[in-house]
């Protein structure tokens, strides 16, 4: 038994491993430097909180898994019972396994072995620290008795140290998910559950704490994301001990699982992540290890032209395939046929769960249009929503016992369906066979929409809650689907962005973020889900001139230059606008081809501006060389010029020129005189930019200006 130290990428965690019991978190964060054995012990030493008036006798520390027999009070880790006894535990440190390279490009991997004996229960602690600094926790627990245990709860937790005085998390709806909610960190636990059998558009995504006043670029900062696309929790807790903690795990129904004689349960992964650089730092670790993921997209990611808005139900071969020709006019490269080409499927009342062409709209089949499509040179996409069921449908009329349902009646219905049980062992098998028979039969097919359009409520599966078991079978389907089909890309949608989690990622391409193309929401919608995805894995469309979701007006610049900064798409009906507005989509499409593969492949940066009503964001090439930022008006401002912009991330010693983007109309302003330097561009070092920026024009509500920075040396 030891003092472990895993370090990486500017990155400590401090394990005291010595026993008897579960080892302790001795610090998690910044860097400690190369400590020997009694370094490492003299800093053990050193964080043991004192003794105090009316408390235990010997000092109480957090442990990996914190427990009353420890002296634990604060919530529960792992909660359970066999029947009314072994609801408590005391495990004891079995042994280690450590696996720590030499070489920083590879990840430390530690797995601790704990068992109690008198409670019948076996734990494993897997901790893994990345080379980018990310740390990634899992428990496991085994039933080593000779009767059930129901688990309740087991929910890895970390510590944090008291400087950490603030909490942001994100909150949301349809049609405006990723909503900030930042408030002080005071005494008490801040639970935020969802209950939703999805991730939910209001997930927190990231539970941040901080030092007072951290923002995008400063302040050092803690994260955690629970990787799990069912019910779940994430919490941050601070005790008037002194003990501060963010933890999430599972949020598991009553009876929901219960481990038979040598059966285990797997928490879901807990991603953990520290920065001394403020959010973008956070983002920074994130995406850079989503991107070297081996299933990490490395394919440019395809312009995409998604037909909903264009056609909605209406499906005619003729009207789709001179639609495809004008997306391939102006640079579209794949082509999504959406809801809507299944039997019965007039409107969104009837068909799901019928995976069969229909004939009657299709009466050759999908085939005429998949082969225009292919033969343009696009690639050619189609939306399923295979999980769920309309009670006017076949599948349901001949299997009402495969809804996830109470016994003896449904859930109240939510856009007029139900949900299949994917645990069902028949209902899994007609799903599976039905897509992979599509996609077989369709070779064409490169990309998958896969929907996901109402919570699972009052989801029971054979009388018991079943929404544990439905996640599972979701991840089965979509892991053997794709190993029948690897070639094809398959998206996360759940009316719009209810199911983004770091596990539905590790079977998808990307997420479609929200069902809104409002340019304006979409603004504040894809700037805090990028503090968890990098840009290309974003869905992000230039919708029609006026949102169907908000009713607003936008000029194509401020539409365009929004969804720039994602997995660039159109869900618009290109066939009804001018021959001026489809040559200016087909710059602006020309404009992210050409600025791609800095977009999706750079380190994103966003501004703290003192201005709310000015939005500025950027990615800069990891190098240095190049960089493209934009700047938002959001609304009027109380000043008539709100001060410069800076622009972060380059590299202080280097010249840069910036120039607006070349190719793309200038976005519409309130200036008599522009600032001088915007004609010709500006010369300025990344040190003057970053601290001093630029006065950028005086922008028009809701207009955005496109620069792209160029390093002259």
């Not at 965690?13 to 003299?42: C, F, I, N, S, T």
Request: proline share 8%.
């Amino acid at each position: 038994m030891s003092l472990l130290h895993l370090r990486r990428a500017r990155t400590s965690l401090v394990l005291d491993a010595r026993g008897p019991g579960l080892p302790r978190v001795v610090h998690w964060g910044g860097d400690v430097g190369d400590l020997d054995d009694d370094g490492l012990g003299q800093l053990a030493a050193a964080t043991v909180p004192p003794v105090v008036p009316s408390s235990f006798d010997a000092p109480t520390v957090l442990s990996l898994l914190p427990e009353a027999s420890a002296g634990w009070s604060g919530r529960p880790a792992l909660a359970g019972h066999r029947d009314r006894a072994d609801w408590s535990t005391a495990f004891r440190l079995d042994g280690l396994d450590v696996d720590d390279p030499s070489d920083d490009t590879s990840p430390v991997r530690v797995g601790v072995r704990a068992s109690d004996p008198g409670a019948g229960l076996s734990l494993t602690v897997e901790l893994t620290l990345d080379p980018t600094g990310l740390l990634m926790l899992r428990h496991r627990l085994r039933n080593d008795g000779d009767t059930p245990y129901e688990l309740r709860e087991l929910t890895p937790v970390l510590p944090v140290p008291a400087v950490a005085t603030e909490l942001l998390d994100l909150t949301g709806r349809w049609c405006r998910e990723r909503s900030p909610q930042r408030h002080p960190w005071r005494m008490g636990t801040w639970v935020r559950e969802g209950r939703h059998g999805r991730t939910g558009h209001d997930a927190t995504l990231l539970l941040v704490a901080g030092t007072a006043g951290f923002g995008f670029g400063h302040g050092e900062v803690w994260a955690v994301h629970t990787a799990w696309s069912g019910d779940h929790v994430t919490f941050a807790e601070r005790r008037p001990t002194g003990q501060a903690t963010l933890g999430g795990g599972e949020l598991l129904a009553p009876g929901e699982v219960v481990l038979g004689p040598g059966a285990s349960y797997a928490s879901p992964l807990l991603y953990a992540a520290w920065s001394d650089a403020g959010l973008d730092g956070l983002s920074d670790v994130l995406h850079t290890h989503l991107r070297a993921r081996p299933r990490h997209p490395r394919s440019p990611r395809p312009v995409t032209l998604n037909v909903w808005e264009a056609v909605y139900f209406d499906h005619d071969l003729d009207r789709l395939r001179a639609l495809a020709d004008q997306a391939a006019e102006v640079g579209v490269e794949r082509f999504v046929l959406d809801d809507g080409w299944f039997r019965g499927r007039r409107a969104d009342t009837a068909g799901l769960g019928d995976w069969y062409v229909d004939e009657d709209v299709w009466p050759d089949g999908l085939h005429p249009l998949v082969t225009h499509v292919t033969k343009l040179g696009l690639e050619f996409g189609l939306w399923v929503e295979p999980e769920m069921v309309n009670p006017d449908s076949d599948l349901f009329r001949a299997h009402p016992d495969w809804v996830l349902a109470a016994p003896g009646r449904m859930p109240p219905p939510w856009r007029n369906q139900q949900v299949l049980d994917l645990a069902h062992p028949e209902a899994y098998a007609y799903l599976l066979d039905r897509l992979d028979a599509l996609l077989t039969e369709h070779p064409g097919i490169g990309y998958l929409k896969w929907d996901h359009n109402r919570d699972l409520t009052e989801a029971g599966h054979r009388g018991r809650p079943g929404v544990h078991a439905q996640t599972e079978a979701v991840y089965r389907l979509l892991d053997e689907l794709r190993r029948r089909h690897p070639a094809v890309e398959i998206e996360s949608c759940a009316s719009g962005g209810a199911r983004v989690d770091l596990e539905i990622l590790a079977r998808t391409d990307r997420v479609w973020a929200s069902d809104c193309n409002d340019a304006l929401e979409r603004l504040a919608i894809q700037r805090w889900t990028g503090l968890l995805l990098p840009p290309e894995l974003v869905g992000s469309h230039i919708g029609p001139e006026r949102s169907h979701t908000t009713h607003r007006v936008h000029d194509l610049g401020f539409r365009a230059t929004t969804a720039l900064f994602g997995h660039y798409g159109i869900e618009w009906d290109i066939s009804s606008i001018s021959p001026a507005q489809r040559a200016e989509l087909a710059a602006w499409v020309a404009a992210h081809k050409r600025l791609r593969p800095l977009l999706h492949g750079g380190r994103v940066v966003r501004v703290d501006h003192p201005d709310p009503a000015v939005w500025a964001h950027g990615v800069v090439a990891h190098d240095g060389s190049r960089a493209v930022y934009a700047v938002s008006r959001l609304a009027t401002s109380v000043a008539e010029v709100p001060g410069a912009v800076r622009l972060p991330g380059l590299d202080p010693a280097r010249r840069y020129a910036v120039r607006p983007a070349e190719g793309v109309p200038a976005p519409a302003t309130v200036q008599r005189v522009e600032p001088g330097w915007l004609a010709s561009g500006a010369t300025l070092t990344g040190a003057a930019l970053a601290r001093v920026g630029l006065q950028v024009p005086a922008l028009h509500p809701e207009q955005a200006l496109l620069l792209e920075v160029t390093a002259l040396d």
